[in-house]
């Protein structure tokens, strides 16, 4: 055993008895100066000498390495030193991006033949590699089948493309095999790089393909009736549906002559016509359904149609419209929910309770509602993350590889954890992975619950893992100052984050309850908080405090609706507003399901049913569903019982086999 491992053993049983969050990594204090001093490379002898033990002493070298990488040569001994470290990895990556970067190109082919990787670029640089004096017509074939099949590779493979161009090699068949690789892949904006070694006459039409595909207004007239036509012009108009519908289907069918559509292509275009109309309520949209096939109609083609039946509010009428729904989407709760409702609503409440019953079975936003409408208990079967304390000692002791990743967090170095987070992780087997979320949630890493554990019914259950309750007393200072409800704003924060202080969006919201700088500020003047600048969002007692006072605002401006509160939060005032001005006079539950947005159309939903879970996990009475959707959080309800209907747990997912360690 190397002697570092035989040090993280010496450390991790000192501290095994003790729960995880309580063992900070060794060496802390000296761990956090080196880990600044290496990221500006002035990481000392003095300071390794002192952390010659610590196994995170291999990061460090690493990331030294890393910052006078320009000037370095191959990390060899390094790599050697800890061959199997995460650290290592992350190290023979940095290099071959070096190597790279300085179109050393054999160096690199000799790197990658060392240290694989299975990327297109690897190709590249073989390619890349050859001497120009030798590449002879086996490396132009091997570089024209990258051409030909390739389009998202990285931006020095085109150093390959570049050398390809001087030959004779791409002719006009294998330029337009470039073209029609790019069209298929969405790769439009690499077009211009095909079209500059076209010869004339094939530029001249490429370019009129580009103009068609940014323009789907211009006149195809005069383009060859071929199948290539025919794909330029099914994306053109597929854009076009999307913004304008009525254009795109007047469009079409003035060019239908000229157009060489498969049948395919045509039921494509008009059922992308019949989704749009449908998504922005037309007029038309009825039509342009009821003309498709039967065949061709999408699932998500038919949801909508449901949808669009709802928003008539014709009770009738959308009772029909449920039996052209698959068969398999008539056994989701959500369409069995609503078919009860529709009944209900026409008076025919026996025929909606066996539905309500099916759907109640499922532990979700519908199934909940549909166990209001029944007045039972709510379908809920949690498990308990609960190894064995022998195994569970030896996961905190025996997994180097974790504890480095839980103290490389503790450290705030995020980026590093993960690396080793993901090459420990995927070696466990399932309840090893539960204990290892666990284990991170202690130290506040709370977003490995939903991004490192499988999505499968059995991991669904622990809501103990997947719900964290963290910041426990600044929500309840939050709530109480500003008269919400604990559980609501517990859940906001959950959906918005999942409790990651640290996290920024690509519109610069901030922290737990993803703030804009500019709305808080305006939160904490009006209430006499004191404003302490963007960077204080990040601070979880400060960005809860003004999200609670932001979420107060949306409630109120909506009297007190949780749901059109719940989705101006999400989608904004504008957008919400426009909602209801179309289809304000539908019931709560129907609106949510004919918000066009799919990400607010599942946000509603996801947060009104994490407030009725951390109802159960901060051990309150269970506000009913149906109350929490109209935002009544007065006197006088009955709490909802919590039941798991059926004992038998599901079956657990076939276990993956372990690479030997």
């Not at 901030?510 to 904490?524: D, F, K, M, N, V």
Request: glycine letters at 6%; hydrophobic letters at 45%; a positive charge.
């Amino acid at each position: 055993m190397h002697w570092k491992h035989h040090a993280l053993l010496a450390i991790i049983v000192a501290v095994a008895a003790h729960p995880v969050a309580a063992s900070g990594p060794p060496q802390d204090g000296e761990l956090r100066a080196a880990f600044a001093a290496a990221k500006s490379g002035t990481l000392s002898e003095t300071q390794r000498r002192a952390l010659q033990r610590n196994p995170l002493l291999p990061w460090l070298d690493a990331i030294q390495f890393k910052q006078g990488i320009a000037a370095n040569s191959a990390p060899l001994a390094l790599i050697r030193s800890n061959p199997q470290d995460a650290s290592t990895a992350w190290l023979i990556g940095q290099w071959r991006n070096e190597l790279i970067r300085r179109q050393d190109w054999p160096a690199a082919a000799q790197w990658l033949s060392a240290y694989p990787d299975s990327g297109i670029g690897s190709t590249c640089v073989q390619l890349l590699a050859v001497d120009p004096a030798r590449r002879d017509a086996a490396w132009q074939k091997s570089a024209l089948a990258l051409w030909r099949g390739e389009s998202k590779a990285p931006a020095y493979c085109s150093a390959v493309f570049d050398a390809l161009a001087g030959t004779a090699t791409i002719d006009s068949s294998a330029a337009w095999q470039r073209f029609d690789r790019l069209l298929a892949d969405d790769a439009e904006s690499r077009l211009a790089e095909v079209i500059a070694v076209m010869s004339a006459d094939d530029a001249a039409l490429a370019n009129r393909y580009r103009s068609v595909l940014n323009d789907p207004s211009a006149d195809p007239a005069g383009l060859p009736r071929d199948a290539r036509t025919a794909r330029v012009l099914q994306k053109s108009y597929t854009a076009m549906a999307r913004k304008d519908p009525g254009l795109a289907e007047k469009t079409v069918n003035a060019n239908s002559g000229s157009i060489a559509f498969t049948p395919e292509q045509g039921n494509a275009l008009r059922q992308e016509i019949a989704l749009w109309s449908l998504v922005n309520y037309l007029p038309e949209a009825e039509a342009r359904y009821s003309a498709l096939p039967e065949a061709v109609r999408s699932a998500n083609l038919r949801e909508w149609y449901l949808r669009y039946r709802f928003s008539a509010n014709d009770d009738r009428l959308t009772l029909a419209a449920f039996d052209q729904l698959l068969p398999a989407q008539q056994q989701e709760a959500r369409w069995q929910y609503f078919k009860g409702r529709v009944l209900e609503r026409l008076g025919r409440r026996s025929e909606a309770l066996p539905l309500y019953g099916a759907a109640a079975k499922s532990a979700n936003f519908h199934g909940w509602l549909a166990a209001d409408r029944l007045g039972a208990d709510y379908s809920f079967c949690p498990l308990e993350q609960r190894m064995p304390a022998k195994d569970r000692a030896a996961l905190h002791t025996g997994n180097p590889g974790l504890m480095r990743a839980l103290w490389l967090w503790q450290l705030g170095e995020a980026n590093y954890a993960i690396w080793e987070w993901n090459a420990a992780f995927k070696l466990l087997d399932a309840e090893q992975q539960r204990e290892a979320v666990a284990m991170a949630q202690d130290i506040g890493w709370y977003d490995r619950a939903v991004f490192s554990l499988e999505a499968n019914e059995l991991n669904q259950r622990y809501y103990g893992l997947r719900f964290a309750t963290p910041y426990s007393g600044d929500f309840s200072a939050a709530a109480a100052r500003f008269g919400l409800d604990r559980a609501w704003l517990t859940a906001h924060a959950r959906a918005e984050s999942i409790f990651m202080p640290d996290v920024t969006s690509s519109a610069n919201a901030r922290g737990l309850l993803q703030l804009l700088p500019s709305t808080a500020e305006t939160i904490a003047v009006r209430n006499g908080i004191a404003w302490q600048g963007p960077e204080s969002l990040y601070r979880p007692e400060v960005n809860i405090l003004l999200g609670a006072g932001a979420l107060r605002d949306v409630i109120d401006t909506y009297d007190g609706k949780a749901y059109q509160a719940i989705g101006a939060y999400n989608a904004g005032p504008t957008a919400v507003n426009r909602w209801l001005a179309a289809r304000g006079t539908l019931d709560p539950d129907f609106w949510i399901e004919t918000v066009p947005y799919k990400e607010t159309r599942e946000y509603i939903p996801r947060v009104l049913s994490f407030s009725v879970i951390y109802d159960w996990r901060l051990k309150q009475p269970v506000v009913p569903i149906s109350r929490r959707l109209a935002g009544d959080f007065s006197p006088g309800y009955t709490p909802v019982p919590l039941r798991c209907p059926v004992p038998a747990a599901p079956k657990a997912p076939a276990a993956k086999k372990k690479k030997p360690r």
